[in-house]
């Protein structure tokens, strides 16, 4: 069974640095988007930042500057440096892969906190 298993989340003060990590453990084949989603408390999902599967990043716009996403064909693996954190960055972000059959994962969430 295929999963994908987040990692890096934790406190950090406003202004600083986290790296999270996403890796598709089990068989899976024909990755193609990969992507960060978030969800603040008593707020919708949102999607954070995408990567095609050439390579080509995009972001939304309260995190353009500030966030990079890359991945990892080999692992099959999708990271997301989170730099200058703001208070509003709160919440848990969930990695997402999608399948060329258009099969779609998701991870369960790691909480980023952020102090004011």
């Known amino acids: 069974q295929v999963q994908l298993v987040e990692s890096g989340g934790g406190l950090v003060q406003a202004g600083g640095s986290l790296r999270l990590s996403c890796a598709a453990s089990?068989?899976?084949?024909?990755?193609?988007?990969m992507a960060w989603y978030r969800q603040a408390p008593g707020k919708q999902r949102e999607l954070v930042a995408h990567?095609?599967?050439?390579?080509?990043?995009s972001y939304t716009d309260s995190v353009k500057g500030r966030f990079a996403i890359s991945r990892e064909n080999a692992k099959r693996a999708v990271y997301l440096q989170m730099n200058s954190l703001k208070a509003e960055d709160t919440a848990v972000y969930y990695c997402?892969?999608?399948?060329?059959?258009?099969?779609?994962?998701w991870g369960k969430g790691t909480l980023v906190t952020v102090s004011s």
């Open positions: 997402y892969m999608s399948r060329t059959d258009g099969i779609a994962l």
């Open positions: 089990g068989g899976i084949f024909g990755i193609d988007t």
């Open positions: 990567i095609t599967n050439t390579g080509r990043p």
